[in-house]
């Protein structure tokens, strides 16, 4: 099997996590992609081996004739680029309401755990409603966010936190000891929620 510099060639397996990682971010990508199991295909295996030291590695990937085991999306672009630039993927498609979905995930947790147990104070709680989107979208597009994009998913994960915030304070449902054992849980969850919006947008735009 030679290789082909019209497409990226993506050596998999079934049941590898890694394969399933990095194959969501490339079919997103706008990338021409070609999948190829190296379990139904000998020479496929044949051509793994001999750019991973003898073993099968998967994701094993192909720019051309440039080898990359089990890179991450990042590499793989700084490969296309580099090699092969007559392949520069088209816009990747944003995600739309995944990254609020999982923000509305965690502060709907949030409000489970408050109800279970009145008397506890979740401090992660806010910062990881607020922080779950810009790193989500970061996940789904598998490479780093534009600052803008990045900014408006962590506005909507800090919108959906506070909007809960106000709820369990309307309800009577936000108390207990603060993280310095003060009495004031509600400046506190902003501010935590303030934190987690911030630090998902700085993580939404790095390269690792």
């Not at 900014?151 to 993280?179: C, D, R, Y």
Request: proline share 10%.
């Amino acid at each position: 099997m030679t290789g082909d510099d019209a497409v990226v060639e993506f050596y998999w397996r079934p049941g590898c996590p890694y394969c399933l990682a990095l194959r969501g971010p490339l079919r997103r990508s706008g990338l021409p992609l070609r999948e190829v199991n190296i379990w139904d295909d000998p020479e496929a295996a044949a051509r793994v081996r001999s750019v991973a030291d003898g073993n099968e590695t998967v994701p094993t990937v192909f720019v051309g004739t440039h080898a990359m085991v089990n890179p991450g999306m990042d590499e793989v672009l700084a490969a296309v680029r580099e090699h092969s630039p007559g392949l520069t993927p088209t816009e990747p498609r944003t995600p739309r309401w995944q990254p609020a979905a999982a923000s509305l995930g965690f502060a709907l947790l949030w409000v489970l755990l408050v109800v279970r147990m009145p008397a506890t104070t979740f401090h992660v709680a806010p910062a990881l409603a607020a922080a779950a989107a810009p790193l989500t979208h970061r996940w789904l597009t598998g490479a780093p966010v534009p600052s803008r994009p990045a900014a408006v998913s962590a506005v909507t994960g800090l919108v959906i936190t506070l909007a809960t915030t106000a709820v369990l304070t309307w309800q009577g449902m936000l108390g207990g000891p603060g993280v310095a054992g003060g009495g004031a849980p509600i400046a506190e969850t902003v501010l935590l929620a303030v934190a987690g919006a911030v630090l998902g947008w700085r993580l939404a735009g790095r390269r690792k």
